[in-house]
Structures are given as structure tokens and as C-alpha cells.
């Protein structure tokens, strides 16, 4: 990289989408977060958002597609940021229609100028030009239908043999192509301030298109617009939350008046819902084991106005040593996981996860599991959720914890959206991206036995 001072944002859209894909890069930065910042901090408007958007999570969601269509054209080693910038102007080449070719080229020569010299500026013009006549290679030439696969939809090899040995090969495409398609924003309406109507009329007036969902009645998806810049946003009136993680409050379904335990909760997105379907009666702890994340949770429940919610700081691990035992109507484990269902929203996640990133999380996950049960009253409710693809961490965690805990009964999980029920098995439900175009979440329900049963 020269030498030249780094500035995110100088009015030139390319260069800071190179800038950012180099920050994920380099220090495993969320893309999300970093394009979320870099467009509040430089109050980017919205033509040019939509093209940095575009720009960052296109090149990252086809990266490994991108090498392979790049690697007989590049002689030798290159310098990362050249290589991200070859990603990305071909990006544009092969998925953009919209963008001239011919001008994606030259933009990556200026950029190149800028950022290195001449020299650095021709092979870059080389290497794009010579793609540009003779074309990439088909991935036809790949022959382990695995492999291909993972080229193709640019998805780590361990992680589609993973899937296929799981869910089969048809199920796999489908999630690793829907896994490439960016997500529209999703609300979710404070159902304790405001009815769904009123709030789609808020935002129609403040300009912003939303539509129901199909399969949660509080969930809006946004055509146009910011949720977090409008007045429905800042007045309390939506919560930004992907649809499939609204399952979870849902599943667990807690009464008004009940008195309900969130032992992963931060940032609030799952408490929250939970007290707007509890109607703001009842009282809620919302515990994480990060105290600074707990700001996070406060944060939220003011601006949208709920006043049953509770936080503290405690270890999901311990924490039957510090609560009321068996002082829980119902309990929510929303537990740390591997996150591979939100590879839409975090592209990222695909070439910095390891697979054996996934063995230690079962074993936390368990214990905490193991303290919820202990902190459940009998005849109470245990959700436990993650926002993962995975057998082994999802229905494995749930068997062996059955086998720990006879007194706890997987139960038919009620409330779903209709289209949803008919895909639970055995009392656990696997949400696939390619179902209702959302996160890949689980959910499982629990009661505990009473003494009568
Ligand atoms: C999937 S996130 C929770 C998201 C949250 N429920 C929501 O809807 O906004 C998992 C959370 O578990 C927390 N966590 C990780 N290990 C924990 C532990 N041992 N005890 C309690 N919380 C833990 C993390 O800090 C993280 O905030």
C-alpha cells in the first residue's frame, strides 16, 4: 500500500469501498458495521450510498468467485489492496450491467495512479483489459461438484461440504445463492406504542416505502429509506430486526404479568419484543455476560419507551448461582453462536470463520442451558434460539441436552408463522435463508416438567 494518507471518504465512491474491504480485511472488521459508520460519519447521500453498498458487500459476497475468474490473469504476486481492487472492478464488470465496463476499468486505473504509480496503474489496466477481451473462465472446469459449488456462490469448501453432508445438495445451493442476494431492511413495529397501520403511515409521510410481511404481523420490510434516520426510528416507534429473529419472542410467548429472564440479551433486540408482547406488564432481566453491551440494551428500551426491563451483567454460566432458583415463568436463551445464517448482512463471515471456530460453542452453549433449567419454574417455558446453520451445534446442543435434563420435554413449538410450522421437526425448527428470505435462525421450546407430571 503507498505510503499516501488514508482518507475513507473524499467524494470518491470506488475508493472508499476499496478502503473498507481492505479494513475487513486487514483487522476482520464487520463490513456491516464499517459501511453503517462510514456513512453516518461522512453523511454520505443516498445515491452514493447505494453504489458504496453495492460496491462492498457484491465484491466481498463474490470474492472467492472473483479470484478464480482473476487468478490466470494475475502473473505473480500482488500487493492486497491491487488484489482488492481487481476484485472489485471486475465485480462490476461481471455483475453490474448498469456500470460501462469500460468505465469500471478506468476507474480502477485512476484509483491505481492514486494509490500506487504508473507502473501499478498499467498492469491493472492490463489484467482488466485482457479480461475484458477474452472473457473468464467457465467453472464448468471444476469437477468436484462440491468445490464448484463453493466457487460459484463464493462460500468456504469446508462449509459447503459441511451443508451438503447435512441438508443434501439441492437445499445447499438454494442457502448459499440466497446467502448472495443483500437483504432489505426489516423493522419491527413497537406494537405498545402504535398499531402497524399507523406506523406504515409515519413512514409513508417521512418518505420511506415499507410493506407487511407475509409471515409476522409486527414485521415491515423496507423497500426505500433508513429506519434508523426516520422519526418512527427515533420516536420508538421500530425496532431494526431481521424477521427470523423475531421468532424467538414469539415461540416463548410470555403472558403480561409474567416474570421473564433473557440470559443473552444484549443489544435488546429479543428483550424488547419481549416485553412489547408481554404489553409492558411483567418484568423482564435482561442479563449478557459484557457490561458495556448492557448500554446497548438500555439504550433501546428508552427510546421505545418500555419500562418492565431490568439489566445486569452476569455469566449465563453461572448465573443460577446469583438469580432466584426456579424464579422464571419463562426463559430465553438466545445463545453466542457461529452465526452462519447471517452471511447476507455479514458477508464477512465467510472466509474469517473456521470450522473449528463451531467445537467450543456447544459446550457454552450447554452451560447455558444448564443454568436456565435450574432457574425455571416448573411448568415454565425455555426458548432456546441461535442465529446459526449448523446440526451439530443446533439439534446437537438440544439432544444433549435432553439427555442432561429428563425433567425438560422438547414441545411442538407453537405461534409460528403458518408457513414456518410444517417445517419443524421433532419440536425444533431450522429457518433456512431461501424459506422466508430472512436470517438462518433455530428455535427450539422447552417445558419444564411440574411435580405433578
Ligand atoms: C446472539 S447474541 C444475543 C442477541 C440478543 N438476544 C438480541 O436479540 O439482541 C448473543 C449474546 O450472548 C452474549 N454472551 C456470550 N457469552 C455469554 C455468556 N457466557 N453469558 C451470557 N451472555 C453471553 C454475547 O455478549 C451476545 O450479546
Known sequence: MSKKKQVIWDGNVRDAALTILLTVDKSQAYSNLLLHQTIEKYKIDAKDRGLLTELTYGTLQHKLTLDYYLEPFIRG?????????????????????????????????EIAKRRGHKGIASMVNGILRSILREGVRSTDLIEDANERLAIETSHPQWLVDRWVESYGYDKTREMLLENNIAPL??????????????????????????????????CLHLE????ARTGAFRNGLITIQDESSMLPAKVLNPQPGMKVLDMCAAPGGKTT???????????????????????????NVARLGLNIIETAPLDGRK?????????????????????????????????????????????????ILNNAVQLLKQDGRLVYSTCTVDRSENEGTVQAFLKEHPEMNLVPIENLPT????????????????????????????VKKGASN
Open 77 to 109: 504476486k500482488v500487493d492486497i489492496w491491487v488484489r482488492w481492487l481487481l476484485r472489485m472492478s471486475l465485480y462490476q464488470m461481471q455483475y453490474l450491467t448498469r456500470i460501462p465496463a469500460h468505465a469500471a476499468v478506468n476507474e480502477a486505473v
Open 185 to 218: 431492511q426489516t423493522v419491527r413495529v413497537n406494537t405498545t406504542k402504535a398499531t402497524v397501520e399507523q406506523v406504515l403511515t409515519t413512514l409513508e409521510r417521512e418518505g420511506v416505502k415499507a410493506r407487511r410481511s407475509e409471515y409476522i404481523p409486527e
Open 419 to 446: 408457513q414456518l410450522e410444517a417445517k419443524q421437526q421433532d419440536g425444533m425448527l431450522q429457518v433456512f435463508p431461501q424459506d422466508i428470505g430472512s436470517d438462518g435462525f433455530f428455535v427450539a421450546a422447552f
Open 273 to 299: 419484543h419481549l416485553a412489547e408482547v408481554m404489553k409492558n406488564e411483567g418484568s423482564i432481566l435482561a442479563t449478557d455476560l459484557h457490561p458495556k453491551k448492557l448500554d446497548l440494551i438500555e439504550e
Open 224 to 227: 426505500s429509506g433508513q429506519a
Open 319 to 367: 448465573a443460577a448461582g446469583f438469580l432466584q432458583k426456579e424464579g422464571y415463568d419463562a426463559i430465553l436463551v438466545d445463545a453466542p453462536c457461529s452465526g452462519l445464517g447471517v452471511m447476507r448482512r455479514k458477508p464477512d463471515i465467510k472466509y474469517t470463520k473456521r470450522e473449528e471456530d463451531l467445537e467450543s460453542l456447544q459446550t457454552i452453549q450447554l452451560s
